[in-house]
């Protein structure tokens, strides 16, 4: 079993739809991220959550620590949110630990 | 733009040869750490660097090294490479207790 694991593997939105990708891992952590990469390997840092939620535009990510549980949140899809979504865990705060998700890809249609 | 460049962005050696990738990070990133990912895969934790000092290993073998440079740059070494070390290397910078690690775009590595 993967310490991390998300889903959906593969999600196809329309524009404009609500878009939820989960996360839950099996380890102890000091923090979760969320990163986005997108064709040719570019990888952008989202959020990083200890706990709670944070929110950034249209992107809302929550983690619940209890329940080792994450879900990252897109409001008002559009076609440049299409990427893979990936959620990390670090398990000491120092990146010495990071444990990566098997990504979601989103394909958002026009 | 996360001000993380690495170089060369894509590269082809044969088996058994020796490559150097390079990543240069942000002034004030004391910490780099560098990521495998195959194709279709996560990224695979290779190793991190703090203070030029190597500090933290994931499960790859020695013929995997590095360097940090005082600068905020750093290396990747691979010696013997293999076929199966084909993939995107990562490397991503950040000052540690910051809350973000900055990725760079990657090297894209192809062994014959």
């Known amino acids: 079993k993967n310490e991390v694991e998300q889903s959906p593997q593969n999600l196809t939105a329309q524009e404009g739809e609500f878009i939820t990708i989960n996360c839950s891992y099996s380890v102890g952590i000091s923090a979760l991220h969320w990163l986005q990469q997108h064709p040719g390997g570019g990888i952008v840092s989202l959020f990083m959550?200890?706990?709670g939620k944070k929110k950034h535009g249209r992107l809302i990510a929550t983690i619940n620590i209890q329940e080792k549980h994450s879900s990252l949140h897109i409001t008002a899809s559009h076609p440049r949110d299409s990427a893979v979504y990936i959620c990390a865990v670090d398990r000491d705060n120092y990146g010495q630990n990071f444990v990566f998700g098997p990504g979601t890809r989103l394909s958002v249609l026009p | 733009e996360t001000g993380v460049t690495q170089s060369p962005t894509h590269l082809i050696k044969t088996r058994g040869q020796q490559v150097t990738l390079r990543c240069s990070s942000q002034?004030?990133?004391?910490?780099v750490s560098w990521y495998q990912q195959a194709l279709g895969q996560g990224p695979q934790f290779i190793f991190q660097?703090?203070?030029?000092?190597?500090?933290g290993r994931g499960n790859f073998p020695p013929r995997f090294s590095g360097l940090q440079f005082p600068n905020y740059s750093s290396e990747l070494n691979v010696n013997a490479l293999e076929l199966d070390d084909s993939a995107l290397y990562l490397c991503?910078?950040?000052?540690?207790?910051?809350?973000?690690?900055?990725f760079g775009p990657g090297t894209r590595l192809t062994v014959l």
């Open positions: 002034s004030g990133h004391n910490t």
């Open positions: 991503a910078s950040f000052y540690r207790g910051a809350d973000t690690q900055y």
């Open positions: 959550l200890s706990s």
């Open positions: 660097y703090y203070r030029e000092e190597e500090n």
